[in-house]
């Protein structure tokens, strides 16, 4: 594993809980799998006392659109897993399926003769599923029309 | 001459012997006896503490019990990783048995992975097997396997039946005839001085020339502080299985033989213990 980028969420996410709002840290990590030769995230999130969230809290603040298809689709399984540089628990999206997903993206971007950044494109795939939510100025400025 | 299985039936039967102590400030209602038991070093710790746990809780009441998580020497236990990892790494220095101490509470959510059911281990020892076979036959022997051979390999190891396990694992072990080993080498290299947990890279089993690539060209291009002799010659053991193996050995019969179930090559570099 390499660290490829560490993105820390620029703004912390408020939710919302039964009793009052809670301000919730989330933290990203972008990885390299050399086994895979695929990038792979891993996250975590705690409360601001520094109370972990689990990942049923995760997945509860979770878009709605991405729940009616749980654990299915391009996000294919989410384990708690040891970071592999930190050595501390985090919640990793499963790799196996990148490549099988990335590849349409891959071969349009090469038919419309369009440069892709895959890491920004991989990124906006799955981030919304766990709450990661790429400002578009991302894509502005990494990709351009050839 | 001791034949090549006879080493992979030793590996499987390696035991550690082991005390587990109930931590002092656990609130018991009598007295808890320590519990002594023989782990397999190729298993997984919340795998095969059953009795463990069932023993202690017999003395406690149902409100004062999480939870279950282990510690060495203030060190909690990775159930994550193989039992004979975690002996080799921490405690081989140290006289026998292996005392650990059990808690119920204060479950260190920082340092470790919970284990909330056997189907967490289980997910866990598919996941590392997909990877390693990711490196050794870019998954192609792993994916082509239906799931009651997943299953197999899984049962094979909780119910340490050691011929339904290489019934499969054999198939996992070989490679195309043109080649002279696998792809890649599925290794880990722990050190406990170091921050990183382990280092695992690319290395492949047969150098260019055709070659076998050693344990010791493993060492020497992924960690050479490992065996470059520092403070005036003060070298390092390199542990697997709590042995040392020579570092001439070719690397893949290493991983054909001395791999965990999960097909890694977990390798412990300890500093020389002083007689």
């Known amino acids: 594993f390499q660290e490829a980028l560490d993105l820390p969420s620029d703004d912390l996410e408020v939710i919302e ?47 709605e659109s991405y729940k009616t298809r749980p654990l299915q689709g391009p996000w294919d399984t989410i384990t708690q897993q040891e970071h592999p540089i930190l050595g501390q628990p985090f919640f990793v999206l499963h790799p196996c399926k990148t490549t099988e997903f990335m590849a349409p993206v891959l071969k349009n971007s090469q038919k419309i003769n369009r440069t892709v950044n895959y890491i920004t494109s991989w990124l906006s795939i799955v981030g919304p599923a766990v709450g990661l939510n790429l400002p578009l100025s991302y894509a502005k400025a990494t990709s351009r029309d050839e | 001459m001791t034949d090549d299985k006879d080493v992979l ?24 006896e320590p519990y002594y038991l023989l782990l397999p070093r190729v298993s997984y710790l919340t795998l095969v503490t059953d009795k463990v746990k069932k023993h202690f809780q017999k003395v406690m009441r149902q409100e004062d019990i999480s939870e ?26 140290s006289a026998l048995p292996w005392n650990i101490i059990v808690h119920f509470k204060s479950f260190p959510e920082k340092d470790l992975l919970h284990c909330p ?41 909780q119910n340490d039946r050691f011929d339904q396990f290489w019934a499969i694992n054999r198939k996992l072990m070989e490679y195309p005839a043109e080649e002279n080993g696998f792809r ?9 001085t170091t921050e990183r947990p382990f280092i695992q890279k690319l290395f492949r089993p047969v ?46 019969w290493l991983s054909e033989h001395l791999s965990y179930p999960d097909n890694f090559l977990h390798i412990s570099i300890i500093p020389q213990p002083i007689d």
């Open chain 2, 9 to 32: 039936r030793d590996v499987w039967f390696g035991r550690i012997p082991t005390c587990f102590t109930l931590y002092q400030d656990e609130i018991t209602e009598r007295e808890a």
């Open chain 2, 68 to 93: 279950i998580w282990f510690e060495y020497e203030g060190t909690p236990l990775k159930w994550h990783y193989p039992i004979g990892l975690l002996f080799d790494l921490l405690a081989s220095s």
């Open chain 2, 184 to 192: 890649y080498i599925p290794f880990r290299i722990y050190q406990t």
């Open chain 2, 207 to 252: 150098a260019a020339d055709g070659q076998l690539h050693t344990l010791g060209d493993l060492l020497r291009e992924v960690c050479p502080s490992a065996i470059a002799p520092e403070d005036g010659g003060k070298k390092n053991q390199v542990m697997i299985h709590g042995i040392e193996p020579m570092l001439e050995t070719p690397l893949q």
């Open chain 1, 17 to 63: 809980t039964q009793a009052a709002s809670e301000v919730v840290k989330y933290e990203y990590h972008v990885l390299y799998s050399c086994s895979y030769q695929v990038p792979v995230l891993y996250f975590r999130a705690s409360f601001l006392d520094g109370r972990p969230l689990t990942l049923q809290d995760i997945w509860n603040g979770v878009h």
């Open chain 2, 117 to 157: 059911s056997k189907d967490a281990i289980e997910a866990h020892f598919m996941s590392c097997m997909k990877e390693a076979d990711a490196l050794k036959h870019k998954s192609q022997v792993i994916n082509e396997m239906q799931k009651k051979d997943h299953k197999q390999l899984w049962m094979g190891l």
